[in-house]
């Protein structure tokens, strides 16, 4: 927004308002920000805080990122216009679950079992499960479920995939596993473990690969959305966009750990490399 010409306390306000990872509490902080009479309302980091927003008020425009399938979730009426007050960043997964899957596999010659890790109070993971599981399945891949509200259970579940030998573990793009990313990278390494994972950090931290879009550049396309509804633009008239920029980041040192020799096709396509 800075870059945009938006100076917090200067020509803008700027009132921050976070659920720490703790779904619940979205709805009372989203009626925080209505009660506040403010402008615009951003809601990130996926479904949840969409919803939440988009049930606390009907005039207050807001823009969204990245959101699964908007549409299939009710948040708007169709993607190339809206129809309500609410737009932004569109976030298809299916593909991408394959996409990743394939490179875990390309990555590990001998992966068989791979266990999943999901919130299942994020109702746009949830609803991509038989995706996942089809998509392992031609795979030739066996995919344990493992839900997570918790820290705690976030440990329980690494205990639970030692337990039955799993190859790698895999992780969801959700609020609660980004919240804990420094303690999932130490479990990682600890049980030895190649992952997939769902951003950059876990793999700058310590974890072998991640796959997916560019955050830094989703931010910045919202950014632009909050700035055209400013100077006028109607969230029922903007359509919404798709993640156009997908990154794949490699941990060298996190494969030498773990004995393994990463491809030269799959390193020639990274668009980083950690050494």
Same mark, same amino acid.
């Given at each position: 927004?800075?870059?945009?010409?938006?100076?917090?306390?200067?020509?803008?306000?700027?009132?921050?308002?976070?659920?720490?990872?703790?779904?619940?509490?979205?709805?009372?902080?989203?009626?925080?920000?209505?009660?506040?009479?403010?402008? *615009?309302?951003?809601?990130?980091?996926?479904?949840?805080?969409?919803?939440?927003?988009?049930?606390?008020?009907?005039? *207050?425009?807001?823009?969204?990122?990245? %959101?699964?399938?908007?549409?299939?979730?009710?948040?708007?009426?169709?993607?190339?216009?809206?129809?309500?007050?609410?737009?932004?960043?569109?976030?298809?997964?299916?593909?991408?679950?394959?996409?990743?899957?394939?490179?875990?596999?390309?990555?590990?010659?001998?992966?068989?079992?791979?266990?999943?890790?999901?919130?299942?109070?994020?109702?746009?993971?949830?609803?991509?499960?038989?995706?996942?599981?089809?998509?392992?399945?031609?795979?030739?891949?066996?995919?344990?479920?493992?839900?997570?509200?918790?820290?705690?259970?976030?440990?329980?579940?690494?205990?639970?995939?030692?337990?039955?030998?799993?190859?790698?573990?895999?992780?969801?793009?959700?609020?609660?596993?980004?919240?804990?990313?420094?303690?999932?990278?130490?479990?990682?390494?600890?049980?030895?473990?190649?992952?997939?994972?769902?951003?950059?950090?876990?793999?700058?931290?310590?974890?072998? =690969?991640?796959?997916?879009?560019?955050?830094?550049? %989703?931010?910045?396309?919202?950014?632009?959305?909050?700035?055209?509804?400013?100077?006028?633009?109607?969230?029922?008239?903007?359509?919404?966009?798709?993640?156009?920029?997908?990154?794949?980041?490699?941990?060298?040192?996190?494969?030498?750990?773990?004995?393994?020799?990463?491809?030269?096709?799959?390193? =020639?396509?990274?668009?980083?490399?950690?050494?």
């Amino acid at each position: 927004m800075r870059r945009l010409g938006y100076v917090n306390g200067k020509n803008a306000f700027f009132e921050v308002r976070s659920a720490d990872g703790a779904a619940e509490r979205l709805p009372r902080l989203a009626g925080e920000l209505v009660d506040l009479k403010v402008g *615009i309302i951003v809601a990130r980091q996926g479904l949840p805080a969409a919803r939440a927003a988009i049930l606390a008020t009907k005039t *207050i425009p807001i823009v969204f990122f990245p %959101v699964g399938d908007p549409v299939a979730f009710g948040l708007v009426d169709s993607l190339s216009r809206p129809g309500g007050n609410a737009t932004g960043i569109g976030f298809f997964a299916p593909e991408l679950s394959r996409k990743q899957l394939e490179l875990l596999k390309e990555t590990v010659a001998s992966l068989s079992r791979v266990t999943y890790l999901r919130n299942p109070d994020n109702p746009a993971d949830v609803h991509l499960s038989r995706d996942r599981k089809d998509a392992a399945g031609t795979l030739g891949l066996t995919l344990d479920e493992i839900d997570v509200h918790s820290l705690q259970e976030i440990e329980n579940a690494f205990a639970t995939a030692a337990k039955v030998r799993t190859d790698a573990v895999y992780l969801s793009y959700d609020s609660e596993l980004l919240r804990h990313e420094k303690r999932i990278v130490e479990l990682i390494v600890k049980h030895r473990l190649p992952a997939m994972t769902p951003a950059r950090t876990f793999v700058v931290d310590g974890a072998l =690969l991640a796959y997916g879009p560019n955050f830094e550049v %989703v931010q910045r396309r919202a950014a632009l959305y909050v700035d055209k509804i400013l100077k006028g633009a109607k969230p029922a008239e903007l359509p919404i966009e798709q993640p156009t920029k997908f990154e794949l980041i490699v941990n060298l040192k996190a494969a030498k750990a773990l004995g393994l020799t990463i491809p030269q096709s799959l390193l =020639l396509r990274a668009d980083e490399v950690i050494r």
